[in-house]
């Protein structure tokens, strides 16, 4: 559940079966009663659901979201207890951007989303990082000297807030004019940023960019791993998801079926 749409999929017990993912625009002003409708037209098309894992925007800890602007209403105290009770089957839910890190199918690795905001999935041992309390990997939050945080440049809307600033039109990674030009320098020196502290704080051994902007970008994330690069000694070089958009669906179907097998197995 993204702040700009509600996408899914469904896995039908056979891991070879091609991936079909749906999307739909995502209904932020009553998202509990848009995920209700999704899971029970599901469970009406295909018949009984054994687990459901739902992505969500923010920090997800104690039964509960934090930090997700994009999502307020279900950031509410008792929204996913509820949710999850209106269900027809044992639910999860997680930070989308740890489903997208879960997804890559890879041991050690740091996964960031770049889209209608920024976030950080962390995979170690093969497991999700989640911190203490659950805020592993929510780099959008980094402060920046302006007092603004890093989400409010490295992302979609922060992107062409940037490029409205500096008198740009249109969009701003395409623009070949000055506003462009320096809406890009601007986000080069973000991901320079971003990379040095997942660096030096996280050492990954991999690191996957995905997400709507994240995935268009290689070039940006090319020049700063470069950077980067030649300050530090140990920093891997970048690759997008392999699975491009559904990256998170891919880590969230991996979840319900080692969830789904444990309870039906």
Known sequence: MGGTH?????????PDVPLRAERE?????????QIRQLVQAVHHDVGPLHHVVI???????????FDAPNLPSLQDASALERLGAALPCPVTFM?????????????DLAFIAIGTGLGCGLIRGGRVMTGAHGQAGELGLLPLPDGSVLEDLLSGPGLQRRHLQYG???????DPGSAGERTRRDA?????????VLTLSVDPAAIVFGGGVGLHV?????????EVHARLRHVPRPT????????????????????????HG
């Not at 625009?25 to 009663?33: F, K, Q, V, Y």
């Not at 992505?55 to 979201?65: D, Q, S, T, W």
């Not at 080069?188 to 040095?196: G, H, I, N, R, T």
């Open 25 to 33: 625009p995502s209904e932020a002003h009553d998202p509990e009663r």
């Open 240 to 263: 997008l998801s392999r699975h491009g958009d559904n990256a998170a669906l891919v880590g969230g179907l991996y979840l319900a079926r080692t969830a789904a097998g444990g309870q």
């Open 218 to 226: 290689p070039q940006l994330i090319d020049a700063a791993w470069t």
């Open 188 to 196: 080069q020196a973000a991901l320079v940023y971003l990379l040095q």
């Open 55 to 65: 992505g969500l925007p923010g920090v997800v800890h104690e039964g509960r979201m």
């Open 6 to 14: 509600l996408r899914h999929a469904v896995a039908m017990g056979d």
């Open 95 to 107: 930070n989308d951007c740890n489903l997208a890190a879960l997804g890559e199918g890879v041991d």
């Open 168 to 174: 740009g039109t249109g969009d701003a990674l395409s």
